[in-house]
């Protein structure tokens, strides 16, 4: 789990239930303080790409089969930011947070971790 400054926090979780090889999940949450938390489930298969992209400093924009759009895009202050879009054409703000720098890598970090967990959920 990652807390900002403002409270809003991310969380990554493998999803721990049994699938299809490429197809177990690692849940990602971002939860912003007096709103509902966003969930967006990454495939095993498409992790790799989101993890490159945080090592690269490189954009990379996904949506799960719940339609939940996943963004990493670098900030020009330095770092990156998280989005969860549940509605793209939402006129209020997504949830998003902003990665430091240094939590770039343990964030790709913790999500190889939890890519490596979800693939021995894969049968």
């Keep these: 789990t990652l807390t900002a400054a403002d409270g809003t926090t ?3 979780t493998p999803a721990g239930l049994p699938d299809d ?4 999940e690692a849940l990602i949450s971002i939860s912003v303080p007096g709103q509902a938390a966003v ?3 990454v495939l095993s298969r498409d992790l790799p790409a989101m993890i490159d992209a945080l090592t690269g400093n490189r954009m990379w924009s996904y949506s799960t089969i719940d339609d939940v759009a996943v963004e990493v895009a670098p900030f020009g202050g330095g770092g990156m930011l998280l989005i969860l879009s549940v509605d793209p054409d939402a006129v209020e703000e997504q949830p998003q947070i902003h990665i430091p720098e240094e939590q770039r890598q343990p964030l790709a970090s913790a999500l190889s971790r939890a890519l490596d967990v979800a693939r021995s959920w894969e049968h």
């Design 10 to 12: 991310l969380t990554i």
């Design 39 to 41: 969930e967006a489930a």
């Design 21 to 24: 090889p490429g197809c177990a």
